[in-house]
């Protein structure tokens, strides 16, 4: 079994940054590519980033390029999402969650692409 859990959240002024972490135990950790989702209240999940298993290759959400960053560092089995001038739509649930094929690549933006999944932390940014 593979747990991920995300911290990190909370909330902060429009223009501020939080720094979100997530993570992992289980399984291997580093052989994956990760991802983060977000999820308002009635709504639809969306996805906002990930990143491939080394790190090398990553991918953005329109809406969040060039306000935010994922890294990973796999010796400590975390993955981050620094965001920057967030905005009150960036209001959500943020969800961490891993790539269902090892090796995988960043590419993936589907939520049905991964199989394990957070338990979300919540990102709450005020006007």
């Known amino acids: 079994q593979v747990q991920l859990v995300e911290s990190g959240g909370g909330s902060v002024q429009a223009g501020g940054s939080l720094r979100l972490s997530c993570a992992a135990s289980?399984?291997?950790?580093?052989?994956?590519?990760m991802g983060w989702f977000r999820q308002a209240p009635g709504k639809e999940r969306e996805f906002v980033a990930a990143?491939?298993?080394?790190?090398?290759?990553?991918n953005y959400s329109g809406s969040v390029r060039g306000r935010c960053t994922i890294s990973r560092d796999n010796a400590k089995s975390t993955v981050y999402l620094q965001m920057n001038s967030l905005k009150p739509e960036d209001t959500a649930v943020y969800y961490c969650?891993?790539?269902?094929?090892?090796?995988?690549?960043?590419?993936?933006?589907?939520?049905?692409?991964?199989?394990?999944w957070g338990q979300g932390t919540q990102v709450t940014v005020s006007s």
């Open positions: 289980g399984r291997t950790f580093s052989g994956y590519a």
């Open positions: 969650a891993r790539d269902r094929g090892r090796w995988g690549t960043s590419t993936r933006t589907s939520q049905y692409e991964y199989d394990y």
């Open positions: 990143i491939s298993w080394s790190g090398g290759d990553t």
